[in-house]
């Protein structure tokens, strides 16, 4: 299993920005694909984002298209999640999740990093 | 990019069997054989117990298994046991290139 350690979560106002980023110890980001899960409190897994190996594979779901991208700096060795035009909805617990193959299961995931959408 | 249909509890008794259904179309869990499952304890990051339908990773369990008939997926709990008391949640892969995950069920040891 990969260690995943998410940052980056806090309070932010409806309407407002915040990025998420996620490291890997010891292990290269740009070897693997991964992913983006949420978890709103008191509620199920949610699914939100994919980047493959390839950075053209980049695929999101429908609630989060066109406000959140994807994406993660190799040099860095560091995945993101720039959210844009946060709603209440989309408070939840984040987590960031390695791909265990071609975007069909996730075998590792981190410890998770709240955000709140509040006024 | 509706969830998955799974029952909102299961519960069993020490030593019995339980099997949590998974629902969905023939653009996920009936078009692919890419299933997966998670289990979650309460304030814990999810774990993979099931991929690819059928599949144990290495050092979970061979009390977890999993099948698929049609658009439902079956994870099934033999020889329950306390630790196994945690939500589980499936997954599939979606024609189009997204995920989805199950509505999660709650198994409750009596």
């Known amino acids: 299993q990969v260690q995943l350690v998410e940052s980056g979560g806090g309070v932010v106002q409806p309407g407002g920005s915040l990025r998420l980023s996620c490291v890997a110890p010891?292990?290269?980001?740009?070897?693997?694909?991964v992913h983006w899960v949420r978890q709103a409190p008191g509620k199920g897994l949610e699914w939100v984002a994919f980047l493959g190996r390839n950075p053209t594979n980049e695929y999101y779901a429908d609630s989060v298209k066109g406000r959140f991208t994807i994406s993660r700096d190799n040099s860095q060795n560091t995945l993101y999640l720039q959210m844009n035009t946060l709603r209440l909805e989309d408070t939840a617990v984040y987590y960031c999740?390695?791909?265990?193959?071609?975007?069909?299961?996730?075998?590792?995931w981190g410890q998770g990093t709240l955000v709140t959408v509040s006024s | 990019q509706s969830a998955l249909t799974q029952p909102a509890s299961v519960s069993g008794s020490p030593g019995q069997s339980i099997t949590i259904s998974c629902t969905g179309s023939?653009?996920?869990?009936?078009?692919?054989?890419?299933v997966s499952w998670y289990q979650q304890h309460p304030g814990k990051a999810p774990k993979l117990i099931i991929y690819d339908v059928s599949n144990r990773p290495s050092g979970v369990s061979n009390r977890f298994s999993g099948s698929k008939s049609g658009n439902t997926a079956s994870l099934t709990i033999s020889g329950l046991q306390a630790e196994d008391e945690a939500d589980y949640y499936c997954s599939s892969y979606v024609t189009g290139s997204t995920n989805v995950f199950g509505t999660g069920t709650k198994v409750t040891v009596l």
């Open positions: 023939s653009s996920d869990v009936g078009g692919h054989n890419y």
């Open positions: 010891g292990f290269t980001f740009s070897a693997f694909g």
């Open positions: 999740a390695k791909d265990g193959k071609y975007q069909t299961f996730f075998d590792s």
